[in-house]
């Protein structure tokens, strides 16, 4: 989540029984330009992994990029990862995320995918042009829609003090910046907002640890408070009993806590933004490549990883300074937390993407600690659920299995001795696009609702039955983002609201 969309990171790993293999589809000699270079870097008969490789041999820096293939009849595309998609017929059109977009001379971004059937892509176009090289055409310009963000012990059963309603309702706030949604002072923000993201706090580089959180320059967004009104709007919200909280990373904000230096950094730059705003806690909403698991690094209860190990003892060292009132929330997509229960890490023969199943760890190791828990159940590929069928986006069955696997549990990566218990049903909410522009997967509020009421109440289910059972104190729901709801005439708020007070 950040000036664009939340990061769709919802990709699936490559299969580890063909991981070995690598078909590479030979190219027409090299022009002076960019290229794309398709691999099938695992191929297991049903279906395959590939990816592409742009590069830049142009002598000018590629500022953006669109690979188009078409897959023949019979084989279809399923998740990918480190591009957005649009899909006509069997014709699809990747294009670059805000990190990887910019390709300097001689430099190379890559993206993959996953597909199903024996078939291989064909008439390959970058920005127009022959993938094998040829006159480019300028990079389209692209504005990808806005979105916004823990076996074997049990759950706790007391729930940590958060001052939250039985069922909330949870938003993102454009705090750092415009949007085309449009700036919203924290003073206009409605009431019925329970929990108040501020969207975000980024750090000066993604190793450094040193976040930094600065209201929207006036250039960008004319209507901007000052700090003071800033400050004094946040008290007022406290006062009504709502919260407002910190939220580091996004799209744009890639956060490695690769050294303990890091980790020091972070934790004091954190503490001085929420002393200095008077906030009341933290959300954790890393994206893209901030976190990953290294070779070997195979248990989720036990993780070796610096960038997962340094922000799981951050995190702890700023819960203890601030006490049992400080909230703490996280926003992981799909991708990072119910994919383990496909893939973990990089797999036992290393060809899979090391940042699948990564929050688990992190969920697990503090889940005595998280008040709310809300997965972006947008920008996401395909998720198997617990009933071992692949749920898309979009419709009230993928809220219920995305979130029924928190709520009963699952063995990660199959393995049956390693089973991430379930969390607490108030610790669990689920995250919706506000309005279309908001996010891919949108959904009108009839479905959310729906899919609210199969939880709770066991009422109004489709497809999928939850294995949770009824779940009476789930928390609520989150949406990217409130500025985006105003844009829509408060479209989530207005029907998610009531609806979730009326709920037992």
Not at 217 to 239: L, M, Y
Request: proline share 9%; glycine share 12%.
């Amino acid at each position: 989540m950040r000036r664009h969309a939340r990061t769709l990171l919802a990709a699936a790993a490559a299969l580890a029984t063909a991981a070995a293999v690598t078909l590479a589809v030979a190219a027409p000699a090299q022009a002076a330009g960019p290229t794309a270079t398709f691999v099938k870097t695992a191929d297991w008969g049903t279906g395959w992994e590939g990816r592409y490789t742009i590069t830049n041999d142009g002598p000018a820096t590629l500022t953006g990029w669109q690979v188009a293939f078409t897959l023949p009849a019979g084989t279809t595309l399923g998740s990918y990862w480190d591009a957005t998609v649009s899909s006509s017929g069997q014709r699809h059109t990747f294009t670059n995320r805000s990190w990887n977009g910019t390709v300097a001379p001689g430099a190379s971004v890559t993206f993959g995918f996953l597909a199903t059937g024996s078939g291989s892509p064909t008439d390959c176009t970058l920005n127009g042009a022959p993938c094998g090289g040829g006159t480019p055409t300028t990079p389209p310009t692209t504005t990808p829609p806005p979105t916004t963000p823990p076996p074997t012990t049990p759950p706790p059963t007391t729930p940590p003090p958060g001052g939250l309603p039985r069922h909330a309702l949870i938003g993102y706030l454009h705090a750092t910046f415009a949007n085309g949604s449009g700036y919203l002072r924290m003073a206009d923000v409605p009431s019925d907002w329970d929990i108040i993201n501020l969207a975000f706090g980024e750090p000066t580089s993604p190793t450094s640890g040193d976040i930094r959180f600065a209201l929207c320059p006036a250039s960008e967004c004319p209507g901007v408070e000052t700090e003071a009104e800033f400050v004094a709007a946040i008290r007022a919200k406290q006062q009504q009993g709502r919260k407002v909280l910190l939220s580091i990373g996004g799209q744009n904000g890639q956060v490695q806590l690769t050294t303990t230096a890091a980790r020091d950094t972070f934790v004091r730059s954190v503490s001085a933004i929420i002393d200095r705003y008077g906030l009341d806690g933290l959300d954790i909403d890393f994206e893209g490549h901030s976190l990953y698991l290294n070779a070997g690094d195979t248990d989720f209860r036990n993780p070796t990883t610096p960038v997962v190990v340094n922000l799981i003892a951050a995190i702890r060292t700023l819960k203890q300074r601030y006490g049992a009132g400080f909230v703490l929330t996280m926003a992981p997509e799909t991708f990072f937390v119910q994919l383990g229960y496909q893939f973990y890490g990089p797999g036992p023969w290393g060809g899979q993407d090391p940042r699948a199943g990564s929050y688990l760890p992190v969920i697990h190791a503090l889940r005595d600690d998280i008040t709310v828990l809300h997965v972006q159940d947008y920008n996401s590929g395909p998720i198997m659920g617990l009933d071992n069928q692949y749920h898309t986006m979009g419709n009230a069955d993928f809220h219920v299995a995305m979130t029924d696997m928190l709520l009963a549990g699952f063995p990660v990566a199959g393995n049956t001795s390693a089973v991430f218990p379930p969390l607490r049903e108030d610790q669990v909410a689920f995250g919706a696009p506000s309005s279309p522009s908001a996010g891919n997967g949108y959904l009108a509020p009839a479905g959310v609702q729906a899919a609210v009421n199969c939880l709770v109440r066991g009422q109004s289910c489709g497809a999928y039955v939850p294995r949770s059972g009824t779940n009476p104190a789930f928390r609520g729901l989150m949406t990217w983002s409130i500025n985006w709801d105003r844009y829509y005439a408060w479209e989530f708020r207005l029907s998610h609201g009531p609806f979730l007070r009326a709920l037992p």
